[in-house]
């Protein structure tokens, strides 16, 4: 039996490393092209500030599902 839980530990485990971020990394799924509007827009925010307004509008976008705008799909 203990064969058994070490053995879906192990796989457990692996997938977590290999599959992890993309449960807490905002960027993972969004289009690049999104990402780079983003980080373009970082010139107007305060340098030390960056690092935060990046994280969350990252993932205000993710977590609302707000597409590329050049491709013309938004939410309704």
């Given at each position: 039996m203990m064969?058994?839980?070490?053995?879906?530990d192990k796989k457990?485990?692996?997938?977590?490393?290999e599959h992890g971020?993309?449960?807490t990394?905002?960027?993972?799924?969004?289009?690049e092209?999104?990402?780079e509007?983003?980080e373009r827009?970082m010139?107007?925010?305060?340098?030390?500030a960056?690092?935060t307004?990046?994280?969350?509008?990252?993932?205000l976008?993710?977590e609302?599902g707000?597409?590329?705008?050049?491709?013309?799909d938004?939410?309704d």
């Open positions: 064969g058994i839980l070490s053995d879906l457990l485990t692996d997938n977590m490393y971020s993309e449960l990394d905002a960027v993972s799924d969004l289009p092209a999104v990402v509007a983003v827009l010139f107007f925010i305060q340098p030390d960056r690092d307004v990046r994280s969350q509008v990252l993932g976008i993710h609302y707000i597409q590329d705008a050049s491709s013309g938004r939410p």
